[in-house]
């Protein structure tokens, strides 16, 4: 996709925050420092459109990044992150939950797993709410320029298995590093958006 026009447009905690324009929205989960923000600089070729960092936990609201003046990329808090209190986490499952089951423009998600390990009991459990919710989804099997070319099979055998995913639902390797993967991933988001 090629990338006419960009905005960092607003951070929301709550749904009065949303954007009221009514574009079409993307959001991406995933557990903290997975590489959510990472993945939305690689899709728009910009280093720190969305902030980034090696500490977890760095986005603590849902960010809405408008592109192309077209739709939105909505960057959502990371789950499973064990250094914010139980008080704080509560709250951003709360935000989460909110969102997703609320938003009536938003048009898909993007699961992020990490490509080197097996996916998580969080990993699980946010498919599960996810396909609960009948919204459309990509899984996304991230930074897999940590992951040799002849183990990649392996890794699409066990976010499969782990996730137990339904034959609807795609599963995309991706690196942000390399960027290999990001035209899937763009083609799948421009199905959606244009729906
Ligand atoms: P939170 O905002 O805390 O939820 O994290 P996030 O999911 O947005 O992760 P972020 O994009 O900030 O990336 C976390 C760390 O992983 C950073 O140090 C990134 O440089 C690194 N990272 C992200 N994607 C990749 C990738 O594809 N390959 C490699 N090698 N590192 C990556
Ligand atoms: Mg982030």
Redesign the pocket.
């Known amino acids: 996709m090629q990338i006419k026009n960009l905005k960092m447009d607003i951070s929301a905690v709550s749904a009065q925050q949303y954007p009221t324009d009514n574009l079409a929205e993307i959001a991406l989960l995933?557990?903290?420092?997975?590489?959510?923000?990472?993945?939305i600089n690689t899709l728009v070729q910009r280093k720190k459109f969305a902030r980034?960092?090696?500490t977890?936990?760095?986005?603590q609201t849902l960010n809405f990044y408008q592109v192309n003046e077209a739709f939105y990329l909505v960057?959502v808090?990371?789950y499973g992150?064990a250094r914010v209190s139980k008080q704080q986490r509560a709250q951003f499952g709360q935000m989460i939950e909110e969102y997703l089951t609320t938003r009536s423009v938003l048009q898909g998600v993007i699961i992020?797993v990490d490509g080197r390990h097996e996916p998580t009991a969080d990993d699980v459990s946010m498919y599960q709410f996810v396909r609960y919710y009948q919204l459309p989804a990509l899984i996304v099997a991230?930074?897999?320029?940590?992951v040799k070319k002849n183990q990649w099979n392996k890794t699409v055998q066990t976010v499969t298995n782990t996730l137990n995913l339904n034959s609807t639902d795609q599963l995309q390797l991706?690196?942000?590093?390399n960027k290999s993967g990001q035209s899937e991933v763009w083609h799948w988001i421009s199905t959606r958006i244009n729906n």
Not at 142 to 146: E, G, L, S
Request: net charge positive.
């Open positions: 995933g557990r903290s420092n997975v590489g959510k923000s990472s993945l980034t960092s090696s977890p936990g760095k986005t960057d808090p990371g992150y992020l991230t930074k897999m320029d940590k991706f690196s942000a590093l």
